[in-house]
């Protein structure tokens, strides 16, 4: 599997969630391949495609500040680095957003030129990245790709919840559970 990106709900799950599979519907809409995936907050569900973490679980950072200790469970240690994986997706966008105002409005543009503009961005980004040992605008942030498909390649179709994806996501919180565990 591979991740691809994060989405994160601003209007509830039932607007996020009808308007991600009007995207996905579209003819010229939303393409997630198979065996990829966007990391998600729980306003969607968990279905091939989107991982969610898990409802009624420890999830967000600030929830492990309260002198709680380290997960209690498989789920909650799924939970955590998920929120961690969002968090530092969502300061690297706002670093983005901060350091080029091109990326701050609407674009005007055609999609391949926004995609094309995001990337320049990244680069320009990640060479300023490379030539300095510390990045001022990171201190701006608060705490909070271009992709290639080929013909033959096969796309999410769906966005419901799928009882395989959701064996596969209980197969990977177990996995990175007994890993911890071996560390711990």
Not at 91 to 112: C, D
Not at 152 to 163: C, G, L, Y
Request: aromatic share 12%.
């Amino acid at each position: 599997m591979q991740f691809i990106y994060v989405l994160t709900g601003w209007e509830g799950s039932a607007a996020d969630s009808r308007i991600l599979r009007n995207a996905i519907n579209q003819p010229t809409g939303l393409r997630i391949p198979v065996e990829n995936y966007y990391l998600c907050d729980n306003g969607y569900k968990n279905g091939e495609g989107f991982l969610t973490p898990y409802r009624g679980v420890r999830y967000h950072l600030r929830e492990w500040d309260r002198g709680t200790g380290g997960p209690q469970n498989r789920h909650e240690l799924f939970n955590l680095r998920h929120s961690s994986a969002r968090n530092v997706i969502e300061r690297t966008f706002g670093l983005l957003k901060v350091r080029w105002g091109i990326l701050r409005s609407p674009a005007l543009y055609p999609i391949e030129v926004q995609n094309k503009i995001i990337m320049a961005c990244c680069f320009l980004h990640n060479f300023i990245r490379s030539e300095m040992l510390t990045d001022p605008l990171e201190l701006e942030i608060p705490e909070t790709n271009e992709q290639t498909f080929n013909r033959n390649m096969e796309f999410v179709s769906s966005v419901d919840t799928n009882p395989s994806w959701t064996n596969w996501r209980d197969e990977l919180d177990s996995s990175m559970y007994t890993e911890w565990l071996r560390h711990v």
